[in-house]
Structure formats: C-alpha cells, structure tokens
C-alpha cells in the first residue's frame, strides 16, 4: 500500500501543479484523475464512475482571480480511493468527497499566504538583479502547492482500507443515508452553476431538444451525443459560408 500511496500522493501534486507547471492539461479534473487513481489502485471502472460522476459535481467550478475554491484535486482522489478500497457505492462516495474537498480548501488558503510572503521577497530579489534567487522562490511557491495535495492523499491512502472501513463503519447509518440523498443533488447542482455561464437564448433551444431526446423519447446519451455532434458540425459550416457571402 506504500507504493500505491505514493504514486496517488505524487499524482495529487502533479494535478495541483497542471495549471500552474504545465499549462491548462486538465489533469485536476476528477474525469481525468480519477480513471488514472483507478488503475493505480487497479479498479479503472469505479475510476471511471468516480471521475464522471465527481466531474458532474464541480463542472461549473472555476478559480477565479484570488478565489479559492474547494480542493476537487484532493477531494477527487481521496473520494475515488475510499470508493475503490471500502467499497462504498457512487452517492456514499461523493458525499464523503465533497467535505474532504472542503477541508483541504483551507491547505489552499494557506498555501497562497505563503505565496504571497515569497512574492515580496521576489521583490527584493528582483530590485537586485538576483534572477536566481527569484527562480528559488518560484520553485518553493510550486512546492507549497505540490504538498497541499501530496500530503493529505499520501497519508489518507497510507492509512489503508482497514482503517477507512473502520471510519465509515463509525457513521451512523442515518448520516451515510442522508448525503447519499443529498449527493444525487450535486451533479444537478454542477449543472446548474455551468449553465450560469454559457446559458443564452441562442443555446437554450439546444437545451430543450436534449431534454426532449433524453427524458421523454428515452435516447442514449451516446446517441444525443452523436446527434449533438452532427447539429454542431452543420451549424458551424452554415456558419462559415454566411461569413464568406458577407
């Protein structure tokens, strides 16, 4: 379990460094992490399941500006992990997510104090001419955020199914029965904050169709998708020739 903790710790930290190392690779999103927590854990389904039904969840969730949002990076892995080794069901696990996305929100909090300490040092720093002393510290800022995640995901694994087991078995039944209600909410909730941003008139038709398709003549989403595709395709090509008449 030692080796399996410190890949998922290592994962937690490269995710936390996509945007900032990287650039935008979408590795700290739960569709892509959680897949990959399941075949290191060697469950890639339940990876899979987590990861889209997590995604769902915070769809809609952005850091913007000085913002911190809930930690989805730690909350992700932990949530897919404690899925994989207690055998907890989809809701139950995304219920469990969402606190520890919470917590670990506060290790981002404190991580972007520390940053700004290091931003006034890279000041001086560069007040001096000292352009390695400024890529120290920037190595150091990206170290704080590499721990935030690595730490609380290596030790929470390390811990083991035993001790996770254990822990759930001490929640009252009532409590997993209620925030597994209340998780079959959060993809809606997802949705919803999602559609804040790109909801207008010309895309609300779109919206009505697909709901036509999938709630009332029963398509598959594979379907819808295809059929979404397709619509897309020729609506971007009508596209391109009004702009080659005018």
């Known amino acids: 379990m030692f080796i399996q903790a410190l890949l998922l710790g290592i994962l937690a930290g490269l995710a936390q460094w996509d945007s900032r190392m990287f650039g935008q690779n979408m590795l700290d999103r739960p569709l892509v992490v959680g897949p990959i927590v399941g075949l290191i854990l060697g469950d890639f389904q339940t990876g899979i399941i987590m990861g889209g039904s997590l995604e769902l969840v915070w769809m809609g969730m952005v850091n913007i500006g000085g913002a911190t949002p809930p930690d989805m990076v730690t909350g992700g892995i932990l949530g897919t992990t404690f899925a994989i080794l207690s055998g907890l069901d989809t809701k139950t696990a995304i219920a469990v997510a969402l606190p520890i996305a919470l917590l670990a929100q506060s290790l981002g909090i404190l991580a972007r104090i520390i940053n700004t300490g290091l931003n006034r040092k890279a000041d001086v720093y560069a ?69 804040r941003f790109i909801f ?27 059929l979404g595709a397709a619509v897309a395709f020729v609506t971007y090509r009508n596209s391109l020739k009004n702009k080659s008449v005018l």
Request: charged share 5%; hydrophobic share 60%; proline share 4%.
């Open 127 to 195: 007040a001096q001419g000292n352009d390695k002393g400024i890529a120290r510290l920037l190595w150091m800022g990206a170290s704080v955020f590499f721990l935030i995640s690595f730490i609380p995901v290596f030790f929470g694994v390390l811990l083991g199914s035993g001790a996770i087991q254990s822990l759930v078995k001490v929640i009252p039944q009532n409590i997993l029965t209620g925030l597994g209600m209340s998780s079959g909410l959060l993809p809606a909730l997802g949705i919803a904050i999602l559609m």
């Open 200 to 226: 207008d008139k010309d895309s609300a038709p779109y919206l009505f169709v697909g709901f036509v398709l999938a709630a009332v003549l029963g398509m598959s989403m594979i379907s819808i998708s295809i």
